[in-house]
């Protein structure tokens, strides 16, 4: 008599033994059993990092994007010959409020000077640019450090070109002429409420908001990046043992020998 393997079962009437359907077997061993995890769970880690992903590149693009633009735009302007700057006071309103931007182009000559043009200068004495409007032009005799006129060699006296300024919101003039030599531009355009940004993004605060965010989502990218390969490495190894488990287990319909039950079916 030959014992049966786990391949072949015994026909009922002792007669020729019947193969077993491949798919309701399993050889011991057998290694091209590969243990298959259902789709949805082999999908359920990488779609969590790719919207973790997404999650941090739409955060670092919004807060780098404003970080070039906020550099960017008064760049472009030094670019053309122009420089951007930032209105802090309300002298010139309702022509230029508080908060504007406003491009001056550089002046190269006094003779670009006219009356009713608003200008960008540093007054007599001081190191804050001032914009105002050009209410006079003025040319002013130059003296030595005794007080004497400074001639020319043809004996003329020289003398020096000056501008004469006030806020258009200002009840009397500036009190002091200013040299054509301070004035480092004409305004050309103003942008409303352009300023604010501007002035913000440049200040401690600001770039301490801007330059943030951005790191923080790098450093909890890292981490979490870290944290989930040992969280899945810890899945995959609980999937294997409830795979092996399962394999364990008897299907439904079969029915276990009792210990002291009849031995395994033989043929002849």
């Given at each position: 008599?030959?014992?049966?393997?786990?391949?072949?079962?015994?026909?009922?009437?002792?007669?020729?033994?019947?193969?077993?359907?491949?798919?309701?077997?399993?050889?011991?061993?057998?290694?091209?059993?590969?243990?298959?995890?259902?789709?949805?769970?082999?999908?359920?880690?990488?779609?969590?990092?790719?919207?973790?992903?997404?999650?941090?590149?739409?955060?670092?693009?919004?807060?780098?994007?404003?970080?070039?633009t906020s550099y960017a735009v008064p760049l472009w302007?030094?670019?053309?010959?122009?420089?951007?700057?930032?209105?802090?006071?309300?002298?010139?309103?309702?022509?230029?409020?508080?908060?504007?931007?406003?491009?001056?182009?550089?002046?190269?000559?006094?003779?670009?000077?006219?009356?009713?043009?608003?200008?960008?200068?540093?007054?007599?004495?001081?190191?804050?640019?001032?914009?105002?409007?050009?209410?006079?032009?003025?040319?002013?005799?130059?003296v030595d450090d005794a007080g004497n006129p400074v001639l020319a060699p043809?004996?003329?006296?020289?003398?020096?070109?000056?501008?004469?300024?006030?806020?258009?919101?200002?009840?009397?003039?500036?009190?002091?002429?200013?040299?054509?030599?301070?004035?480092?531009?004409?305004?050309?355009?103003?942008?409303?409420?352009?300023?604010?940004?501007?002035?913000?993004?440049?200040?401690?605060?600001?770039?301490?908001?801007?330059?943030?965010?951005?790191?923080?989502?790098?450093?909890?990218?890292?981490?979490?990046?870290?944290?989930?390969?040992?969280?899945?490495?810890?899945?995959?190894?609980?999937?294997?043992?409830?795979?092996?488990?399962?394999?364990?287990?008897?299907?439904?319909?079969?029915?276990?020998?009792?210990?002291?039950?009849?031995?395994?079916?033989?043929?002849?």
């Amino acid at each position: 008599m030959a014992m049966l393997t786990s391949d072949a079962v015994a026909a009922p009437d002792g007669g020729t033994p019947e193969l077993a359907a491949p798919d309701e077997t399993r050889r011991a061993g057998d290694d091209t059993s590969e243990l298959r995890t259902p789709r949805w769970s082999r999908l359920a880690v990488p779609k969590a990092q790719v919207w973790r992903h997404m999650a941090f590149f739409t955060v670092l693009a919004v807060f780098v994007g404003a970080i070039l633009t906020s550099y960017a735009v008064p760049l472009w302007f030094q670019l053309r010959g122009e420089r951007l700057l930032v209105v802090t006071s309300g002298s010139m309103s309702p022509e230029i409020e508080v908060g504007d931007a406003v491009v001056i182009q550089q002046v190269t000559s006094a003779s670009q000077l006219r009356v009713g043009q608003i200008v960008t200068f540093y007054p007599t004495r001081s190191t804050v640019l001032i914009t105002h409007r050009i209410v006079g032009l003025a040319h002013v005799d130059r003296v030595d450090d005794a007080g004497n006129p400074v001639l020319a060699p043809n004996g003329k006296p020289l003398n020096d070109p000056f501008i004469k300024t006030k806020g258009d919101a200002n009840k009397a003039d500036d009190p002091n002429l200013t040299p054509a030599t301070q004035v480092r531009g004409i305004v050309r355009e103003v942008y409303p409420r352009w300023g604010f940004g501007l002035a913000w993004a440049h200040s401690g605060f600001g770039r301490l908001v801007l330059f943030g965010p951005p790191l923080v989502a790098l450093a909890l990218s890292e981490l979490l990046s870290h944290t989930g390969a040992s969280t899945g490495a810890v899945l995959a190894r609980l999937r294997l043992r409830g795979r092996r488990s399962d394999e364990d287990t008897v299907p439904d319909g079969d029915s276990l020998p009792d210990e002291g039950g009849l031995d395994a079916p033989v043929v002849t």
